[in-house]
């Protein structure tokens, strides 16, 4: 091989080091002229993005064999890979959002802060501790409601830098800044001051009045990282930890090994425009609400559940990938699953219901995801088992038909819907019946898949019944039936055939209010009279029964 040296490489050497100009075999660019070098190298000199090879020396793009030395301002418009990236004092790397940068040995960086620039959604992945940079993350702000209404704009949040670097609360200047207490299950405003100390090995929780980009600026992490995690002991499973993605690229929940979680549950829990999606991995199946990721992206926080005593979360390397998506939402539907949503007001939320063999019938925090609570006057939906509400659940194949709790709760009164999908899931043969307690309606979903509801915020939250299996309907034994119906606004029960059954009688308007009760022991025929105007279903509950009759009460005596 021959070596020439060139005035160009004798200027090069005050920021690089010496270098010499390679000029045999095949290969183009520059032999560093160092024991230690291994790869052909490269230098960026004039001012543009990466892909115009006019702005590299050698009027070409390094290969990802290649090392790249940056001495000019360089915009990264594309996804690179190298060895080995040095950026040198009048150098700037700046990589946009959907950009990414692989660095697989070692990243050099003498300018500081600013001489590394990742934009929100912009990805590097390094192997090189106590690296410079400035790590931006735009967050979504929004003004405080003068009427009460539906806070989407929370945001957790992550310190992307290393523990070393003392973070204050001066880093959120401007914001509504929480933090997580485990011990509590509860958020604790960190006041107005912005002095006061932050951990890097946390989450936290931030308010914008309006859209804000914050700036990170110092070392970032590398390789093994442990976050803070705590067991509190709190029952119903109530046991949470905001841990951070501590890296300047996206972390994988799939790529954490068994031995990486010690009594870490398998779901995580994003916070996602009013209500919480969530992501369960349990090494050989996934599920998903509201749009739940694998993938957590840089600068996000997210929960995860402690399952007993001394519970520890380990990362490293082994976890980051580059993906610009943080809320991919699965499109495939796995056998019997049914996924149901409740919106109103632009706000939704969604569960997640199935059956798979040897799944437990109870509660399980490796299987089920539980129920976090959203924003305040936001729509939230959950199944019932045992004493738990789940964003997820997951039971064993039913030998025969089942039935499964489904709760909704609001703090606001309106007028509500719930859209139930994937029933393509479940085999022909199986009917899927929505019952609503409250009104005593029931619906085959096989033929109606949006079920129109109003609530009002005292409604018993246990209000659904989902019964899958044989033919589902009104409990009515045929020799033993109660008829009820309306003639004006009188209300008619026959019950020849239950005389004597201890019975109630109730009348409800179509927002759920109670209008009319009364307790009576059967006989015959017994008539009621209303003084009631509007549409009203009145509801017979007796020891063999229920029914229901719907009408339109004019109150025109």
Not at 122 to 130: D, Q
Not at 159 to 183: E, K, M, R
Not at 271 to 279: H, L, P, W
Not at 326 to 347: C, E, H, M, Y
């Amino acid at each position: 091989m021959k070596l020439k040296y060139t005035l160009l490489s004798i200027i090069l050497a005050a920021s690089f080091g010496a270098f010499a100009q390679y000029s045999g075999g095949s290969g183009s660019g520059y032999a560093k002229a160092d024991v230690n070098s291994k790869y052909l190298t490269n230098f960026f000199l004039t001012n543009g993005t990466w892909s115009n090879s006019t702005n590299w020396r050698d009027n070409v793009v390094p290969s990802s064999s290649e090392e790249a030395n940056i001495s000019a301002i360089a915009e990264l418009n594309g996804d690179y890979t190298y060895p080995e990236v040095n950026i040198s004092a009048a150098g700037v790397v700046n990589i946009p959002a959907a950009q990414s940068l692989t660095v697989s040995e070692n990243l050099n960086n003498l300018a500081g802060t600013s001489g590394l620039v990742i934009e929100s959604g912009g990805s590097l992945l390094h192997n090189t501790s106590n690296v410079q940079a400035t790590l931006r993350r735009t967050i979504t702000g929004a003004p405080i409601p003068e009427e009460p209404g539906v806070s989407t704009r929370y945001h957790l949040v992550s310190i992307p830098l290393s523990p070393a670097v003392n973070s204050v609360s001066g880093q959120f200047t401007g914001a509504y800044l929480y933090g997580y207490d485990p011990s509590m299950n509860s958020w604790l405003g960190l006041g107005e001051q912005t002095n006061t100390p932050l951990d890097e090995t946390v989450g936290y929780m931030v308010y914008y009045t309006s859209n804000k980009t914050v700036n990170f600026e110092g070392p970032m992490n590398n390789g093994n990282f442990s976050p803070s995690v705590t067991y509190a002991g709190l029952e119903g499973g109530n046991n949470f930890s905001l841990v951070p993605n501590p890296y300047p690229s996206a972390i994988d929940w799939h790529a954490f090994a068994p031995g990486d979680k010690t009594n870490i549950g398998n779901t995580i829990w994003i916070f996602n425009n009013g209500n919480y999606a969530t992501y369960t991995w349990d090494g050989a199946n996934s599920s998903n609400t509201n749009g739940g990721s694998r993938y957590i992206a840089p600068g996000q926080a997210f929960f995860v559940q402690t399952t007993g005593s001394s519970p520890a979360l380990n990362m490293s390397n082994n976890i980051r990938t580059h993906s610009d998506s943080p809320f991919l939402k699965d499109t495939d539907s796995p056998l019997n699953q049914l996924r149901i949503a409740a919106s109103a007001n632009g706000v939704s939320d969604e569960v997640l219901l199935g059956f798979r063999n040897q799944a437990s019938d109870d509660y399980h925090p490796n299987e089920d995801a539980l129920k976090i609570y959203g924003s305040s006057g936001a729509p939230q939906l959950f199944t019932i088992s045992g004493n738990k509400k789940l964003s997820a659940n997951f039971m064993d194949q039913p030998a025969g038909p089942a039935s499964v709790k489904l709760g909704f709760d609001c703090d606001f009164a309106g007028d509500y819907a719930l859209s139930f999908s994937q029933l393509e899931a479940f085999p022909q043969s199986v009917s899927i019946y929505l019952t609503d307690e409250l009104t005593s309606q029931t619906v085959n979903l096989r033929q109606q898949t949006n079920y129109n509801f109003v609530h009002n915020p005292g409604n018993n939250p246990e209000r659904f019944t989902l019964k899958f299996g044989g033919t589902i309907g009104i409990e009515e034994p045929s020799n033993e039936k109660v008829q009820v119906w309306f003639n004006g606004n009188t209300l008619i029960i026959n019950a020849d055939e239950q005389t004597g059954s201890n019975s109630i009688i109730e009348v409800f308007n179509t927002t759920g209010q109670l209008l009319f009760s009364r307790q009576t022991s059967l006989s015959g025929q017994k008539t009621f009279k209303l003084n009631i105007s509007g549409p009203v279903i009145a509801k017979v509950t007796t020891e063999k029964g229920i029914y229901t009759a719907k009408t339109i009460l004019l109150n025109n005596q």
